[in-house]
């Protein structure tokens, strides 16, 4: 596990001010932003997956030995992983950090902290903000600023059920998991899809893209990109 204490926060903080951050601008998207709260979490509490996972995995391709729970991740230093209601008009029931596109006149900060209290219930003030990750890019249409938030301990999770279905306190150390990052090809595009395994599932780009560079730059201190890495197919509407 990894500690959640002031020397991670303030290595990640280095990282992320040192870095020559990539930006996209790009008229024909619009821009979103996402938060990626950092918060405590203790080993064990996550043992049950409360989601309904076996209705939204009903008939999708399965690899051997996932099941599509998340499960047996908590412990440390952790972040903060949403699973989207099946209700929503787009990308339901997938995995993602709590997010959305930016309102008139404001900025990535405010639209990632405004997004963190009406999805997960956490309100978080300005000066928690540690830095910003790369934008990526997304095949739906969006420019994605990802906003790295300290949280300040546990956190109280009250996510919205309008949105979210469950919030899960995924350790830090999982990003460096022996098998993670995976790629893979696809047909449909000559860049590599990437996947993050978690639990029993795989995080796919946007999210993943956002939690390997996370790993790599906050964690680690690699500068290097990751809005090249493809998004699977599902993922592009």
Not at 93 to 114: C, H, I, M, S
Not at 129 to 135: R, S
Not at 197 to 220: F, K, S, Y
Request: hydrophobic share 40%; with cysteine.
């Amino acid at each position: 596990m990894i500690a959640y204490d002031d020397a991670l926060r303030d290595r990640i903080h280095t990282n992320l001010i040192a870095h020559s951050r990539r930006t996209v601008t790009d008229d024909t998207k619009r821009h979103a932003a996402v938060a990626v709260v950092l918060a405590d979490s203790d080993v064990g509490e996550d043992r049950v997956d409360p989601a309904p996972v076996d209705d939204w995995i009903d008939g999708r391709p399965m690899e051997p030995g996932l099941d599509g729970r998340m499960i047996d991740v908590s412990g440390g230093a952790a972040f903060l992983l949403c699973r989207r209601t099946s209700r929503l008009s787009s990308h339901a029931a997938q995995w993602a950090l709590p997010g959305g596109r930016l309102d008139a006149g404001e900025t990535v900060v405010d639209a990632a902290l405004r997004e963190t209290e009406e999805e997960v219930g956490v309100r978080l003030p300005e000066t928690s903000v540690l830095g910003l990750l790369d934008d990526y890019p997304t095949r739906s249409g969006y420019v994605i600023t990802p906003v790295v938030i300290w949280g300040g301990g546990r956190l109280d999770l009250r996510p919205s059920p309008d949105e979210v279905v469950a919030v899960y306190r995924v350790g830090l150390h999982q990003l460096q998991r022996d098998d993670s990052p995976r790629f893979i090809e696809i047909p449909e595009s000559p860049r590599p899809v990437v996947q993050i395994p978690l639990g029993n599932d795989l995080i796919h780009a946007p999210t993943g893209a956002v939690l390997l560079q996370l790993r790599w730059l906050g964690l680690e201190g690699r500068g290097d990109p990751v809005d090249e890495l493809e998004q699977p197919v599902f993922a592009w509407q």
